[in-house]
């Protein structure tokens, strides 16, 4: 009768096999330690997606307005001067479909919400969308536990190193050389001593500034438009089918930006918010792009707003909240 043969085991490995293990354990051991703790450490430093995320977590049953969109949203808006419970849910290069991801991920702790801000800026229907691969699924996972990875989520998913290890390393590096983070953030994840820009690097000397170029997205694609158009009705649908107020909201600009804008762009945005107006009675627009109350010193550049801009831009916005609330009741 022929002999069993014995179940493979690690322990029937060769000698030589053995010590390739050895040599592979102490090789990669070390590595995976330093990456843990430096995993770690990234997630134990305050950044603005932990503080929001606190501040959502806390607060999310009472939330009545969501505010989405870009970095001139993120620096536009301090909700510390909106009377009415509000999370600003927007974010350096953010788009559309990350803003729709957001809410329809949220929308089922919301049980308040009542109204929902987008942004559409200049050119916005004519910037494609976020990537499937855009590295904030990750913070977004992690600290606010909303799922943009259109699939199910990996332990992995949730490694901040891993999305993107410049940004985090340089917020480790900040950390260590300022010793904290906590004075650059309010509870409500708004940066409000955020003033470093190009303007403030030129002095706010008006010369120099309206002589240096500037980025400005004046191409025109009418592919991306179509989409991005039809995207934007597909999220005010949804809005109007969940019984919630919108609010387009296009920030601040500087004069400079504002005379450099490709006139076709701008007529297309502007034909399509008018659209959207007229077919949408749950719909508003506050077009703030040029507001005579911003002064040179409110800005951090172009189509940016400094923490002393936010405060006039914020409180224009809580009147236009507090006019929506009072035709919806």
């Not at 691969?133 to 998913?157: C, E, I, Q, V």
């Not at 390393?169 to 955020?194: A, P, Q, R, V």
Request: charged share 20%; with cysteine.
């Amino acid at each position: 009768m022929q002999d069993q043969q014995k179940p493979s085991s690690i322990f029937n490995f060769s000698k030589a096999q053995l010590n390739f293990l050895k040599v592979c354990a102490f090789f990669f051991l070390p590595i995976i330690i330093i990456y843990a703790a430096a995993e770690y450490a990234a997630a134990s430093i305050p950044n603005v997606y932990s503080v929001t995320g606190n501040y959502l977590n806390e607060n999310k049953k009472d939330f009545e307005v969501a505010i989405f969109g870009s970095s001139q949203i993120k620096n536009a808006v301090n909700i510390e001067f909106i009377e009415k419970p509000t999370i600003n849910l927007s974010s350096t290069g953010q788009h559309h479909n990350t803003d729709f991801g957001l809410l329809t991920e949220l929308r089922h702790t919301f049980p308040n919400l009542k109204t929902v801000v987008f942004e559409v800026s200049f050119g916005h229907f004519e910037i494609p969308h976020n990537s499937i691969y855009f590295w904030k699924h990750t913070p977004f996972l992690k600290y606010y536990n909303a799922n943009l990875f259109h699939r199910n989520s990996y332990f992995s998913d949730k490694w901040l190193l891993k999305s993107h290890p410049g940004v985090f390393s340089e917020n480790m590096y900040n950390y260590i050389k300022n010793d904290s983070l906590n004075s650059t953030f309010n509870k409500y994840g708004f940066e409000y001593n955020f003033f470093e820009g190009k303007f403030k690097n030129l002095n706010f000397d008006e010369e120099l500034i309206v002589k240096k170029p500037f980025v400005i997205s004046n191409r025109e694609d009418l592919k991306i438009f179509e989409y991005n158009v039809d995207y934007f009705y597909k999220m005010l649908d949804y809005c109007k089918k969940q019984k919630l107020n919108v609010l387009i909201i296009s920030p601040p600009t500087y004069h400079n930006y504002i005379e450099s804008r490709n006139p076709n762009i701008l007529k297309r945005r502007d034909s399509i918010i008018k659209a959207v107006l007229k077919k949408y009675p749950n719909v508003y627009y506050f077009n703030n792009e040029v507001d005579s109350d911003m002064v040179l010193q409110d800005f951090r550049n172009e189509n940016h707003i400094s923490p002393k801009g936010a405060k006039k831009f914020t409180l224009k916005l809580n009147d236009t909240l507090n006019k929506i609330n009072n035709n919806f009741n």
